[in-house]
């Protein structure tokens, strides 16, 4: 019983509380910001514990850290922190009359729950504990993505998650089911030494493996498991579209990551084609779906799917160099994806929120930085040099091609040069359409967020070397 391994989360678990309990002190109108406040403060001791935590295994081997967990972890705390950051601007941007139908003071404190769940997941070495972490974790974003009663969209997005969620959450208990009979235990170590033990594998373990990966790809929002991610994107509050399309997709990321390439990883053979073929269809339905698109929340739905399939790339690959290259994709669209809604966020007019890719028109005369720093965003996820995506397509394409999976990859290149189309029309709009009505003020804490995102994106080059040091000492804690 370790308890020092899990300081973080018993740390976050405790703010959390503590967190709630002052917000409900508090008037509701006044509670938003203090309770934020406290989140990202919290949030950032977080990091701080998870970068001194000791490696190790804890709880009867249900718990581990070691590089990759803390590599996943720090990603997910990043993304989390942008997403409350975006949530301050967005909630900022209401008047006050409207205040009462926007974001309450719980939305931070659900964040820093899910957020916490997604802590477990990524160092969840038990099939139970990858259940208990993920559970956790949906369980907080079906109460963000309704957080907005009066808006008919969002408690339709809610209700969609919802349904869906608990269907793939049965799934995946039924796969976790059939691999604990059939291995007879329920632990990582445990059941690779199953696996490796017997010269041909049962039917039912590998069914059993199945229902995993369609339980995680699911949470992964990728093809086929994709029908609610563009309803609950356009449905759902803003900041709750920014913390979805990151912190819970990082987090089912850590564990593909670690049941495929650890326990499961001696039967590659059975597996990796399926995932082959995930990644084939989430590439190619992601960019013909988003073309049509003509709202942009939609649009970031459909390319969010594009997206986890270029990542399902380099585990495809079933190598030391996949995992490395898909940590490095995952950094790269971080940064892009937190930078896009940031912008997203802004897009207000007399208090009303606009999500139509023509909303955007003119806004390189209307406000130049913001629609330079769209356009480096929109450049980046196509992949043009020397952007943050750019090095993560080339690092999953690059791990690819070594295994030999040329198909793949020039499927891959395929698939970006069709998806430049949206990306760039969103840029054509901006520059070379008619000015629209001019938004709302801009708020500072989304203008930070955009800003420095952008910085990210493209400055990518400065901190890509300790970002890849980082996720080579992840990659060689996962595989060895």
């Not at 899910?114 to 993920?134: D, H, I, P, Q, W």
């Not at 109460?143 to 009066?150: N, P, T, V």
């Not at 073929?277 to 739905?301: D, E, F, T």
């Not at 971080?334 to 809604?341: C, E, I, Q, R, Y």
């Amino acid at each position: 019983m370790n308890w020092s391994l899990s300081i973080p989360e018993i740390a976050l678990a405790f703010s959390g509380l503590v967190i709630l309990a002052a917000g409900v002190s508090q008037k509701k109108e006044t509670a938003f910001f203090p309770c934020s406040m406290l989140t990202l403060a919290s949030f950032l001791g977080c990091i701080f514990l998870v970068i001194n935590a000791p490696d190790g295994s804890a709880f009867s081997g249900t718990f581990v850290n070691d590089s990759f967990s803390k590599a996943m972890k720090l990603l997910i705390l990043a993304s989390a922190i942008l997403s409350v950051l975006v949530a301050v601007g967005y909630r900022g941007l209401s008047r006050t009359g409207e205040r009462k139908r926007t974001l309450p003071f719980e939305t931070p404190v659900l964040i820093l729950f899910s957020t916490l769940g997604a802590m477990v997941m990524a160092s969840s070495s038990n099939l139970m504990t990858l259940f208990v972490g993920l559970e956790l974790s949906s369980l907080s974003i079906y109460i963000l993505c309704a957080l907005e009663r009066e808006n008919i969209l969002s408690s339709e997005a809610g209700m969609k998650y919802f349904i869906l969620g608990s269907l793939a959450s049965g799934l995946l208990l039924y796969g976790m089911s059939l691999v604990y009979g059939y291995a007879g235990t329920m632990n990582y170590s445990g059941l690779m030494k199953t696996v490796d033990a017997v010269e041909v594998v049962p039917i039912g373990l590998t069914i059993g493996v199945i229902f995993i990966i369609a339980g995680l790809c699911f949470k992964l929002s990728v093809v086929p498991f994709h029908m609610w991610t563009p309803d609950a994107y356009q449905g759902a509050p803003t900041p709750v579209t920014a913390y979805m399309a990151g912190a819970p997709k990082f987090a089912a990321f850590a564990l593909f990551l670690r049941i495929m390439t650890g326990p499961f990883g001696l039967v590659a053979q059975h597996w990796q084609l399926l995932i082959e073929v995930v990644a084939v269809c989430s590439m190619l339905y992601g960019s013909l779906a988003a073309i049509p698109q003509q709202n942009i929340k939609r649009l970031m739905a459909y390319s969010s799917i594009g997206h986890m399939g270029y990542a399902l790339i380099g585990l495809a690959a079933d190598s030391a160099e996949g995992v490395r290259a898909t940590l490095v994709y995952l950094a790269a669209y971080l940064v892009m994806n937190a930078g896009v809604f940031g912008v997203i966020a802004t897009m207000r007019r007399r208090g009303t929120e606009m999500t139509s890719i023509s909303d955007l028109a003119g806004l390189g005369k209307r406000n130049p930085l913001m629609a330079g720093l769209m356009a480096i965003f929109m450049f980046s996820m196509v992949g043009v040099p020397p952007l943050a995506g750019f090095f993560g397509k080339f690092m999953v394409f690059a791990a690819a091609w070594q295994v030999g999976l040329y198909t793949l990859v020039a499927i891959g290149v395929v698939s970006s040069i069709v998806g430049a189309y949206y990306y760039l029309n969103v840029v054509r709009v901006m520059y070379f359409e008619a000015p629209a009505e001019k938004f709302d003020r801009y708020a500072p804490a989304l203008t930070l967020v955009s800003g420095s995102m952008g910085l990210a994106t493209l400055f990518f080059l400065l901190v890509l070397s300790p970002i890849m040091s980082i996720a080579q000492q992840a990659a060689q804690a996962l595989v060895g």
